[in-house]
């Protein structure tokens, strides 16, 4: 072989090495460096962030991204400290998941006076220099109460699982306060919720007392898996499952097997694809770092997924209920030409 078509091979081979969205991408995406960012993360237990993370991850080596994770375990004040460390190291992007508003404001606020684009999902840190990437959470309320009120009518004992202070949940409850005025029938009896580790288990303890104590309980609205889940533990070690139904918000592959399980209290859930919502985070901040405007506020269109459609269809995980929900596979959102989108 010469030298020349040696060359020539190597260049090419370098060539195709590079991310394809290298080829047309601005900088720092064009393939003459690899750009670092950081996920910092609130909270990280349950299916759903395992999925969300699995999306960041996927979209990030589609735009040849080098991602570090920092994991908070829902410690207000770590979540803080790993914003500095972010910073310190110098990364070139950061996303927030989560976190109290009290802890990420000042916290952010650094990140974006030392000139790192930021993006935060599900938490409000005032900035207007932050997308707010979001589930529309309002509308995942909504989808799932109103086939609560198909379900059960217009009057219902009801039970609620919330914990103040996080911005989806706040979103969610608001949500849960209009169609009460709405519906002046919904009695709430009882109200509940947990974000300690585990958070189901810790939900189905409190859940058993307040089930034991109002057996009257009809429907529970438990706007977050990780509080549907457990609920159901609950109803089923008191054997009240055949008597409540659950209203939920997101969706996984082991939440489809829970609403599946026979005679299961889980009758619907609202989701987006927590995969995707990774997926469009990272797309949009990589538009902030490119020097493109994402817009405010970056938001994923929800599905309402009943136990009655999974089993018409015998979808039994994320994939098959994406093969029938399109939406699921993939949201048009933060999109721009250059970019490359993970394989599929």
């Known amino acids: 072989m010469t030298l020349t078509r040696r060359i020539l091979l190597a260049a090419t081979a370098a060539t195709l090495a590079l991310p394809a969205a290298g080829q047309d991408a601005p900088p720092p995406f064009d393939g003459t460096e690899t750009p670092t960012i950081a996920l910092v993360r609130y909270l990280s237990t349950g299916d759903f962030f395992q999925a969300y993370l699995s999306g960041v991850q996927r979209q990030a080596d589609a735009l040849g991204i080098e991602l570090r994770v920092f994991d908070s375990r829902q410690d207000a004040a770590l979540q803080s400290d ?3 460390q972010a910073i310190g190291l110098g990364v070139d992007g950061i996303v927030v998941q989560h976190g109290l508003t009290e802890s990420m404001v000042p916290a ?32 995942l309320a909504r989808l799932a109460l109103e086939q ?7 009057s219902f004992q009801a039970g609620y699982v919330y914990v103040a202070g996080i911005a989806p949940l706040d979103r969610r409850d ?3 306060r209009e169609f009460k005025e709405r519906y002046p029938g919904i009695e709430e009896v009882a109200s509940w919720g947990t974000l300690d580790n585990p958070i189901a288990n810790s939900v189905a303890d409190q859940a058993s007392a307040v089930l034991r104590a109002n057996p009257m309980i009809e429907v529970v609205f438990a706007p977050y898996d990780e509080f549907a889940k457990g609920v159901v533990i609950a109803a089923n070690e008191a054997g ?20 599946r399980e026979p005679g299961s209290p889980w009758a619907a859930s609202a989701a987006t694809n927590p995969a995707v919502v990774g997926e469009v985070s990272v797309r949009a901040l990589a538009m902030l770092m490119a020097g493109e405007d994402p817009g405010r506020q970056v938001v994923i269109p929800p599905a309402l997924i009943t136990q009655e459609f999974l089993n018409e269809n015998d979808i039994g995980n994320m994939e098959e209920l994406a093969a029938q929900l399109p939406t699921f596979a993939h949201a048009d959102v933060a999109m721009t030409d250059w970019m490359t989108l993970p394989e599929r």
Do not use: H
């Open 240 to 259: 009240m499952a055949q008597d409540l139904k659950i209203y939920s918000a997101d969706m996984s592959t082991a939440n489809i097997n829970a609403m």
């Open 174 to 176: 608001e949500t849960w």
């Open 148 to 154: 609560a009120i198909a379900d059960n009518g217009e």
């Open 82 to 84: 790993m914003m500095d």
């Open 108 to 139: 952010v606020q650094r990140a974006v006076d030392a000139g790192i684009p930021v993006v935060a999902f599900d938490v409000n840190v005032e900035n207007e220099a932050v997308p707010q990437i979001e589930q529309s959470d309002r509308d």
